[in-house]
């Protein structure tokens, strides 16, 4: 048997680990408390600054409450004020806000126009081959393509051009060459398109300026001497730009290049071509 001392130690001990433990559960109890405490302060923060954060996109958003159909009426309005910068952004606050229906769609084929009025032929030509991509088969799909065309048409003249005179055989006729080929595209998918007849005339204002263009290569060559390249050159107007009024200049080149390169032959056969074809 214990002692009662032992007795004494042993209970003094136990209620010692009990209060250790009461200590413990206190502080537990207590840090549950603090974190719980902690963390609804986060959370109240964290909607305060959420809501404020709301309130300001709100204030500064003007669609904010409106409908599909009410951003697409403002941007609708906008280009009818002459304001495409605003149309802008309604469309394409619409399409974010509102992806899919058919006032998102209406969106993405009228913000084509948008962006051309604005002067952004980049993002017009964008806008224009994205439609394509996601309504082939839609039944304005064909403004898309036209659209697509006339702005890379507008591209041809640069701001540097208009502003200086170029070499224009420095003058890079790319756009010139990928407007001419999506007027064809539309041309050959839509035969009975209403824009056809526009393009036709584009074309037409094209395949006449590249085959200038050809022709100041050819110039170019001429005056350094390298008749051989500057015949060439002539030859592929002759060949590849008919009816156009640039072939005359080419046959002309075409004789000056095989005189000074003493093809006595060729130069006559090319001058026969000449009188014939452009009497006097």
Not at 8 to 32: D, E, G, P, V, W
Not at 62 to 82: F, H
Not at 137 to 157: F, K, L
Not at 264 to 271: C, E, F, P, R, S
């Amino acid at each position: 048997m214990l002692s009662a001392a032992e007795v004494a130690y042993n209970t003094r001990y136990y209620h010692t680990f009990i209060a250790y433990l009461t200590m413990q559960k206190s502080f537990i109890n207590k840090f549950s408390e603090l974190r719980l405490y902690f963390i609804l302060i986060l959370v109240s923060t964290t909607f305060m600054i959420s809501s404020c954060s709301s309130t300001s996109e709100d204030l500064s958003d003007p669609t904010s409450n409106l409908s599909a159909k009410e951003i697409y009426s403002e941007a609708k309005d906008a280009m009818k004020s002459g304001n495409p910068e605003q149309a802008i952004e309604f469309y394409e606050k619409l399409e974010v806000k509102f992806p899919y229906g058919p006032f998102a769609k209406q969106a993405k084929l009228e913000i084509i126009y948008a962006y051309f009025l604005y002067e952004n032929l980049e993002s017009a030509i964008i806008a224009a081959e994205r439609f394509i991509k996601l309504y082939p088969n839609h039944a304005h799909v064909d403004y898309a393509y036209y659209m697509r065309g006339v702005s890379r048409y507008e591209m041809e003249e640069s701001f540097i051009d208009s502003w200086f005179e170029q070499d224009p055989t420095e003058r890079d006729p790319e756009s010139a060459r990928t407007a001419f080929s999506y007027f064809n595209q539309l041309i050959k998918k839509y035969p009975n398109s209403k824009y056809n007849e526009d393009a036709q005339k584009r074309m037409i204002f094209l395949r006449n300026s590249l085959a200038k263009h050809e022709i100041h290569v050819a110039n170019y060559y001429f005056k350094r001497r390298a008749y051989i390249a500057a015949a060439n050159r002539s030859k592929y107007v002759i060949n590849n730009y008919q009816n156009t009024p640039s072939v005359k200049a080419a046959l002309q080149i075409t004789v000056k290049a095989y005189t000074k390169l003493n093809f006595a032959k060729l130069a006559n056969d090319a001058q026969r071509v000449l009188d014939k074809n452009y009497p006097g």
